[in-house]
């Protein structure tokens, strides 16, 4: 059964601190993999997308890591502002023939204090 | 540019009942897929649509069912409904392939009481 688990389920920091969320999958075949943030009430927007030959990808203060070999991947997000409270989700894609099908992880809870 | 749109945006429903929910994408995407997201929980994948054809389906029962009509809207339908099928129901829109982008349209929040 392919699933996506997340840790820690949430978490809290102070503003600016820097922090480092984690996504385990059991998805196969892999074709890619997302961090999306969602914040409260609003649909999930799009940080990174990592395919098998990636290792990091960044997006301004988000860096993304993808271990293929151990299925695992990391978000880290640097210099921690109260914006960067939202829900972050993992998000791995599975292929089957034409068929594509996505399975999200449950997300980390993050709340930003001043 | 208008990103994707979902209507309605509440509903309140009694079990047994049925309910459409409808999405258009954004202009240009060609692909609709739909999610739904229980209260503490990620999404949850119900269908992927691609010019106007299934391309991949959640486990989902029978009680779900979609289709995407020719400007590329979709309709979401879920029958004989469950307290259990309360939830926020996502729409996202792309263009095609496995690598594209999908973006979320703000959801429809269903009640079942």
């Known amino acids: 059964k392919n699933q996506v688990e997340q840790s820690p389920q949430s978490l809290i920091i102070l503003e600016g601190k820097n922090c480092t969320l984690q996504?385990?999958?059991?998805?196969?075949?892999?074709?890619?993999l997302r961090w999306y943030k969602q914040d409260t009430g609003r649909g999930p927007v799009s940080l990174t997308i990592?395919?098998?030959?990636?290792n990091t990808k960044s997006n301004g203060r988000y860096t993304a890591t993808l271990d293929a070999d151990t299925k695992q991947s990391s978000l880290h997000i640097t210099a921690s502002q109260l914006s960067d409270s939202a829900s972050y989700i993992c998000?791995?894609?599975?292929?089957?023939?034409?068929?594509?099908?996505?399975?999200f992880g449950s997300g980390t809870q993050l709340t930003v204090l001043p | 540019d208008a990103g994707v749109t979902q209507s309605p945006t509440h509903l309140i429903k009694t079990r047994g009942q049925h309910v459409t929910l409808r999405c258009s994408p954004i202009?240009?995407?060609?692909?609709v897929s739909w999610y739904q997201q229980v209260l503490g929980q990620g999404p949850q994948f119900i269908f992927q649509?691609?010019?106007?054809?299934?391309?991949g389906r959640g486990n989902f029962p029978d009680r779900f069912s979609a289709r995407q009509f020719p400007n590329y809207s979709s309709e979401l339908n879920v029958n004989a409904l469950l307290l259990g099928d309360s939830a926020l129901y996502l729409c996202?829109?792309?263009?095609?392939?496995?690598?594209?982008?999908?973006?979320f349209g703000p959801g429809t929040r269903l009640t079942v009481t």
């Open positions: 996202a829109s792309s263009l095609e392939g496995l690598r594209a982008e999908q973006y």
């Open positions: 996504c385990n999958y059991t998805v196969s075949p892999f074709s890619n």
């Open positions: 990592m395919t098998f030959s990636e």
């Open positions: 998000v791995v894609t599975g292929t089957s023939g034409s068929a594509r099908q996505l399975t």
């Open positions: 202009s240009g995407h060609k692909s």
């Open positions: 649509y691609y010019e106007k054809e299934e391309r």
